[in-house]
């Protein structure tokens, strides 16, 4: 490992108002998405999708890296080149996803526990040999009667800490993704008590495993109300709830926050973005940044519909989200950028 490189990867990968972009998503999750909108759910279909997101006109400036899917990282442009060369040739970073998915965890009723290590060091080896200079694993922990249990925290934890120093020790920069879900009526309060308990352990777990924090990004949720919580909360106070949870938590050594968007609208993960950095960026250690999926992709896919003639205009809907969210890095963004592009 040259931890050198490895932490001005990381850096780079936060640098200026730029952030991630996740497209990651496993076969059946895309499909999920595609069939919802009647879109063919082959393989076809979803390297041509691929194609319309890493061909995208003017994406670096924006975007920093991307994080592909195995299937994703194998594929290429119909003419033949390959993504990885038209991701890097556009000046963005090439990752990919290396978890096995979220399973239901033994004796943990309504918990999962996140699989994949076995093979990992093979795995991450393979993917640094085809460009990818980062990796990134989800573990997700549901908020609700007496979940997320300390057990279940506790595992998903240590395998996240486990893949961060394998990823390392193969030169690759994880993006460490410990995700509280939305689901359910939990108040932003116990949002913020569960994401805390999440990432003292996370940390914890990190320094065990000997991961050098200056090397890694976190890519955690933001502290939210439950999708169904009857109060909900402004978008200020979303943003203070947030900061203040993370500096409780969150060493300074790490060098950026790029958060998940959750299934929150593009505008509203937009908005608190940038209300998180108009109200503290100046006075934090880390870069608060994004690593959205559906808040950047999903009005470009609601476009596209499968439909070669539709590529550009869907393209330029995927523009128009990472620009929004390049705005909010700097505090810029405003509900007229949304008018302006309608
Ligand atoms: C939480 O999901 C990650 C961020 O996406 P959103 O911004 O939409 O919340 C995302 O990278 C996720 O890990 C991938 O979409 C892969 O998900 P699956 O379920 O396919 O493994």
Redesign the pocket.
């Known amino acids: 490992m040259n931890a050198q490189e490895l932490i001005d990867t990381a850096r780079t990968l936060v640098a200026g108002d730029k952030g991630l972009l ?9 499909n999920k998405r595609f069939a919802r909108l009647g879109i063919p759910q082959t393989e076809e279909a979803r390297r041509a999708y691929r194609e319309l997101i890493v061909t995208t006109p003017g994406l670096g400036e924006f975007i920093s890296g991307v ?1 592909l ?1 195995d299937e994703t990282i194998r594929q290429s442009r119909k003419d033949g080149s390959p993504f990885v060369k038209v991701i890097t040739d556009a000046g963005i970073i090439p990752g990919i ?1 290396v ?1 096995a ?2 399973k239901d965890m033994a004796g943990h009723p309504g918990e999962k526990i996140t699989e994949g290590l076995d093979g990992l060091r093979d795995r991450l080896a393979e993917y640094s040999q085809m460009g990818a200079r980062f990796a ?1 694993w ?1 573990a ?1 922990l549901a908020v609700g009667d007496g979940i997320p249990s300390r057990g279940c925290i506790e595992a998903n934890a240590q395998a996240l800490a486990r893949y961060a120093s394998l990823c390392q020790e193969a030169g690759l920069v994880p993006v460490v ?1 410990p ?1 509280v879900l939305m689901d359910g009526e939990h108040t932003l309060e116990q949002c913020f008590e569960v994401t805390e308990e999440l990432l003292r352990m996370v940390f914890n777990h990190l320094y065990t495993q000997r991961v050098t924090l200056e090397g890694m990004i976190l ?1 955690p ?1 933001m502290v939210l109300p439950g999708l169904t919580c009857p109060k909900q909360e402004t978008v200020d106070e979303v943003a203070d709830a947030t900061v203040r949870c993370f500096l409780r938590a969150v060493p300074a050594a790490v060098p950026g926050v790029a ?6 609208s593009g505008e509203l ?1 937009s908005a608190r973005l940038n209300a998180m950095n108009v109200r503290f960026k100046s006075r934090l250690p880390w870069a608060l940044a994004f ?7 999903q009005p470009a896919l609601e476009i596209w519909q499968g439909e070669e003639a539709r590529v550009p205009a869907a393209q330029q809907a995927l523009l128009h989200r990472a620009k929004c969210n390049g705005a909010a890095r700097r505090g810029e963004y405003t509900a007229a950028m949304e008018r302006t592009s309608a």
């Open positions: 996740a497209m990651d998503e496993s076969n059946p999750t895309c994080i899917y996803k978890d998915g979220a990134k989800r997700v993704e995700e890519k949720n958060f998940l968007s959750g299934g929150q993960a690593s959205f999926a559906r808040a950047i992709q």
